[in-house]
């Protein structure tokens, strides 16, 4: 589990590719997701590198952050949500399903 996704979380859902850039990760939390350590990010960064069908058809392309992984997280109506985007992000190395 990514390091930002709080203790309390629940309904996890989890999807990876292992041969390509791919990571989609979506829960619920009553504590949510301390940004405060995150980063903003410039827009959607190409979107998500992978699909899931658990991601919410239109994803935001403003108030994402990173949070040192190189994924992009965001609440979307009460669920938090990360993925990988096509376009990296800046990370602090620990970005460990990006192969390319």
Known sequence: MPEWVPADAEDIDVRLDTSKPGY???FTSADGVDTSACEP?????????????FLPEKLPTSSL??????RLTT???GRWYGWTPV????????DTLRTD
């Open 75 to 77: 609440e979307i109506d």
């Open 65 to 70: 952050v990173t949070c040192g992984d190189g």
């Open 24 to 26: 989609v990760i979506g």
């Open 41 to 53: 990010v410039d827009g959607a960064k190409g979107g998500p590198a992978m699909t899931a069908g």
């Open 87 to 94: 376009e990296p992000v800046e990370s602090d190395g620990n």
